[in-house]
């Protein structure tokens, strides 16, 4: 599965990077994402991240080790998994790209890929759902995140 999907925020480049580059934030916008725990240091960035998903009155949970391969500043982010069970596991990846569109304006292209065996229509329907409510959720996130001035 690879599902590729834009979203334009209002936040300069530079703080959309910033952002975007610390996964433990992604719970803020991002309903699938259950929980994110940091587990490396500054020069390891290595996060425990465990999806969870509801199918009807069922839920689905999976538990990844997620690891900051690439970081272009305001370029491009690329976490992928990077599990040290030893276990053979399914790759999953997302690939962060920006582009500025003004002083306060930022379009984010994001890539997601898993190649595991388990994708089927039900889980890409759920998927959907969870994605059309995060570009939402992350529009709203950038202006819950933009300063208040005094008139407001």
Do not use: C
């Amino acid at each position: 599965m690879q599902r590729t999907e834009t979203v334009t925020v209002q936040a300069d480049i530079e703080h959309a990077f910033s952002v975007l580059s610390d996964l433990a934030i992604y719970t803020q916008w991002l309903n699938f994402i259950d929980s994110v725990e940091p587990v490396g240091t500054e020069d390891d960035l290595v996060w425990m991240l465990v999806l969870k998903a509801r199918l009807g009155p069922f839920s689905r949970m999976k538990k990844l080790r997620m690891a900051k391969v690439t970081s272009e500043p305001h370029k491009l982010i690329r976490f992928e998994r990077k599990e040290i069970s030893g276990k053979d596991a399914a790759d999953w990846s997302i690939d962060v790209n920006l582009k500025g569109l003004g002083a306060m304006s930022t379009e984010i292209i994001f890539v997601v890929s898993y190649s595991g065996k388990f994708w089927n229509r039900t889980l890409e329907t759920v998927f959907n759902t969870y994605v059309d409510q995060a570009r939402t959720d992350l529009k709203a996130y950038f202006v819950s995140l933009r300063p208040q001035s005094e008139d407001e």
